[in-house]
């Protein structure tokens, strides 16, 4: 092993995204073995492979106690999958974390004790920080509150969730409930989102939104007066059609910028492919150059794009060359396409300071799994490096340099994360007394 790949193994990963549940829920309603190793992209490719999706959900269904009846619906397919990237994730999950060299019915069954094992209070925090090996975990819980987390107030962090702002279909009601501010038009609807983040802006590590599931990424800027008549149509109960949807989305996603600079966090937002099959039906809505217009009109906002806006990369290397505010994130990169990943981060070292490059998240809901893919991850990105190397780019002193800038340094100054750290502890303290 040289001294690039070493130092890339026992180096702690910053982990910018997870949708990881509680520790309350990880423990009562967590994955058996089947759903921690298949759950949560394999069954995509299963899907492409030509298996229904009625059978891609049923191996991950816990509830169903056959599980040999759920292997044997998609053994056959899984030969065609498991040399996919999601298919080499799962299979570095079953090595690491069950001891599983090859997955058959057998090792499967033999792995369920393992499992029942790990699904015990505490056990998730040490998957990830001494397994995984993880700095810390940025969570995105499609939620706006972000309080302390007990089972590990430092190591899991969250964000706050913008997407149904940004979709034009803000829940008022429940927003009333976090902030007791009564929306009755834009002035009180900006009272209420700036409470929100005096609220948990504080614990949040950054603000996130995957709105191009429902939407463009192209932004436009409206003002009040375009949004005030669409917004009196929402709170009379009237129905919004797809253009005043857009536009009241618009006006809101740019306040959500606003206030994260207020509030000094980034602002996230999902570029390229989505976790569905069959829906780049327009595909060209996916692509991070859209983005242009509001990166431009909020130079000090912060902005992460994630998921190397695959697979649309060359765009995103690009914007990242162009716009000083923004960050690339390649959570959930390594497994869409290991290669284009590996390719990835040696175009973004010939063409970005790589400063702004962030090296992992797994993109997914079990720690299980989060294991597997930081593992992708570091082979990964000794692969890229190394290859700089070899071709006399930098040296391999050097190569250990950027590694530890693209795995945690660049994200500890980003989200400024000793800061947030030290808040979070803070405010825990007072709470306690």
Same mark, same amino acid.
Request: proline residues 3%.
């Given at each position: 092993?040289?001294?690039?790949?070493?130092?890339?193994?026992?180096?702690?990963?910053?982990?910018?995204?997870?949708? *990881?549940?509680?520790?309350?829920?990880?423990?009562? %309603?967590?994955?058996?073995?089947?759903?921690?190793?298949?759950?949560?992209?394999?069954?995509?490719?299963?899907?492409?492979?030509?298996?229904?999706?009625?059978?891609?959900?049923?191996?991950?269904?816990?509830?169903?106690?056959?599980?040999?009846?759920?292997?044997?619906?998609?053994?056959?397919?899984?030969? &065609?999958?498991?040399?996919? =990237? &999601?298919?080499?994730?799962?299979?570095?999950?079953?090595?690491?974390?069950?001891?599983?060299?090859?997955?058959?019915?057998? =090792?499967?069954?033999?792995?369920?004790?393992?499992?029942?094992?790990?699904?015990? @209070?505490?056990?998730?925090?040490?998957?990830?920080?001494?397994?995984?090996?993880?700095?810390?975990?940025?969570?995105?819980?499609?939620?706006?509150?972000?309080?302390?987390?007990?089972?590990? @107030?430092?190591?899991?962090?969250? !964000?706050?969730?913008? +997407?149904?702002?940004?979709?034009?279909?803000?829940?008022?009601?429940?927003?009333?409930?976090?902030?007791?501010?009564?929306?009755?038009?834009?002035?009180?609807?900006?009272?209420?989102?700036?409470?929100?983040?005096?609220?948990?802006?504080?614990?949040?590590?950054?603000?996130?939104?995957?709105?191009?599931?429902?939407?463009? *990424?192209?932004?436009?800027?409206?003002?009040?007066?375009?949004?005030?008549?669409? /917004?009196?149509?929402?709170?009379?109960?009237?129905?919004?059609?797809?253009?005043?949807? *857009?536009?009241?989305?618009?006006?809101?996603?740019?306040?959500?910028?606003? /206030?994260?600079?207020?509030?000094?966090?980034?602002?996230?937002?999902?570029?390229?492919?989505?976790?569905?099959?069959?829906?780049?039906? %327009?595909?060209?809505?996916?692509?991070?150059?859209? *983005?242009?217009?509001?990166?431009?009109?909020?130079?000090?906002?912060?902005?992460?794009?994630?998921?190397?806006?695959?697979?649309?990369?060359?765009?995103?290397?690009?914007?990242?060359?162009?716009?000083?505010? +923004?960050?690339?994130?390649?959570?959930?990169?390594?497994? /869409?396409?290991?290669?284009?990943?590996? !390719?990835?981060?040696?175009?973004?070292?010939?063409?970005?300071?790589?400063?702004?490059?962030?090296?992992?998240?797994?993109?997914?809901?079990?720690?299980?799994?989060?294991?597997?893919?930081?593992?992708?991850?570091?082979?990964?990105?000794?692969?890229?490096?190394?290859?700089?190397?070899?071709?006399?780019?930098?040296?391999?002193?050097?190569?250990?340099?950027?590694?530890?800038?693209?795995?945690?340094?660049?994200?500890?100054?980003?989200?400024?994360?000793?800061?947030?750290?030290?808040?979070?502890? =803070?405010?825990? =303290?007072?709470?306690?007394?």
């Amino acid at each position: 092993m040289t001294d690039l790949a070493h130092h890339i193994k026992i180096t702690p990963l910053v982990d910018t995204h997870e949708h *990881l549940l509680s520790e309350a829920e990880y423990v009562k %309603d967590g994955p058996d073995v089947l759903q921690s190793i298949f759950h949560t992209y394999i069954g995509l490719d299963l899907i492409t492979s030509r298996v229904s999706k009625d059978v891609a959900d049923r191996v991950i269904d816990s509830s169903d106690p056959d599980v040999e009846g759920r292997w044997n619906c998609i053994k056959d397919a899984w030969e &065609y999958c498991r040399f996919t =990237s &999601y298919g080499q994730a799962a299979r570095i999950t079953a090595r690491l974390v069950y001891g599983i060299e090859e997955i058959t019915l057998d =090792s499967i069954l033999t792995a369920a004790e393992r499992n029942k094992q790990l699904r015990q @209070p505490g056990e998730r925090l040490r998957l990830l920080r001494e397994v995984a090996n993880l700095d810390h975990v940025q969570i995105n819980h499609h939620a706006w509150a972000c309080e302390p987390d007990l089972s590990g @107030p430092e190591f899991f962090l969250y !964000d706050i969730s913008w +997407v149904e702002f940004c979709s034009g279909q803000p829940d008022l009601k429940q927003l009333y409930e976090e902030t007791q501010v009564e929306v009755r038009d834009t002035a009180s609807l900006r009272q209420a989102m700036a409470a929100l983040f005096e609220k948990y802006g504080g614990c949040a590590v950054a603000v996130k939104a995957q709105h191009a599931y429902d939407r463009t *990424l192209a932004w436009v800027e409206r003002d009040d007066a375009d949004v005030e008549p669409v /917004l009196q149509k929402v709170l009379r109960g009237d129905e919004i059609d797809a253009a005043e949807r *857009l536009c009241l989305g618009d006006w809101c996603w740019a306040r959500g910028v606003e /206030l994260a600079a207020e509030h000094n966090l980034p602002f996230k937002i999902h570029t390229g492919i989505m976790a569905f099959n069959s829906t780049m039906t %327009d595909p060209f809505r996916l692509q991070s150059g859209n *983005l242009g217009t509001i990166l431009a009109r909020y130079p000090d906002t912060r902005f992460v794009l994630m998921h190397m806006a695959y697979p649309y990369t060359d765009e995103l290397v690009g914007m990242a060359k162009n716009f000083p505010n +923004v960050y690339v994130d390649m959570c959930w990169g390594w497994a /869409l396409n290991f290669r284009a990943a590996v !390719d990835f981060v040696r175009q973004m070292i010939h063409a970005v300071p790589y400063n702004k490059l962030f090296a992992f998240g797994g993109d997914t809901f079990w720690p299980a799994q989060v294991v597997g893919y930081a593992a992708q991850a570091r082979d990964g990105l000794t692969r890229a490096l190394s290859a700089e190397v070899e071709e006399g780019t930098f040296c391999e002193a050097e190569a250990i340099q950027i590694a530890t800038c693209l795995m945690r340094e660049n994200q500890m100054a980003c989200f400024d994360i000793e800061n947030k750290q030290a808040t979070i502890l =803070s405010q825990l =303290s007072a709470k306690n007394g």
